[in-house]
């Protein structure tokens, strides 16, 4: 019986201390390129992109918009009407963290994030800020991959890149 008491005590005593150490959770895997490279789109969105060494990732982001035909913006300067389309580009080279790469840029205005995340054989991103986009373009989508081929590696003399966090 002592026996029996004992060994419980133990395990009980194991036991606690067990769930007392602190649980670290695993950072997300690196995607490999094949899960990274093609083309993704959402709505009128598009972003082309190519895993490069180092975990470094090339990416065009490409934002359209088709104003309705029944549809009157103005802004102080400009004015929209029937057939307007706005559009936005932003293109660099960005360092990817686990399954995370964010992307910032700073222009004279409010700096633009967008940040991506590869999980699940789609393509999360989040838009904070003013990115330059003609209004009401943002990044903010879920993106489906509709071509899995790399796209072509631009001169990156041309891009910006993007530093880490």
């Given at each position: 019986m002592k026996t029996i008491l004992l060994s419980t005590c133990f395990s009980l005593i194991a036991a606690l201390a067990l769930?007392?150490?602190p649980h670290t959770e695993a950072a997300p895997a690196l995607p490999s390129p094949?899960?990274?490279n093609g083309v993704w789109i959402d709505k009128g969105?598009?972003?082309e992109i190519r895993a490069l060494e180092r975990g470094r990732l090339q990416f065009e982001f490409s934002g359209t918009y088709h104003f309705p035909p029944d549809s009157e913006w103005v802004s102080t300067t400009q004015s929209y009407g029937e057939g307007r389309t706005a559009q936005g580009t932003l293109a660099g080279i960005v360092v990817l963290e686990g399954n995370?790469?964010?992307i910032e840029a700073v222009f004279e205005a409010p700096h633009c994030r967008i940040t991506l995340t590869f999980i699940g054989g789609k393509l999360a991103v989040?838009?904070?800020g003013?990115?330059?986009?003609?209004h009401p373009i943002t990044a903010d989508g879920n993106y489906t991959r509709i071509d899995f081929t790399a796209p072509?590696?631009?001169d990156t003399s041309e891009l910006q890149v993007m530093?880490?966090?």
């Open positions: 769930s007392a150490q094949d899960e990274m969105n598009r972003f995370v790469a964010t989040q838009q904070e003013f990115c330059r986009f003609e072509p590696l631009r530093p880490s966090n």
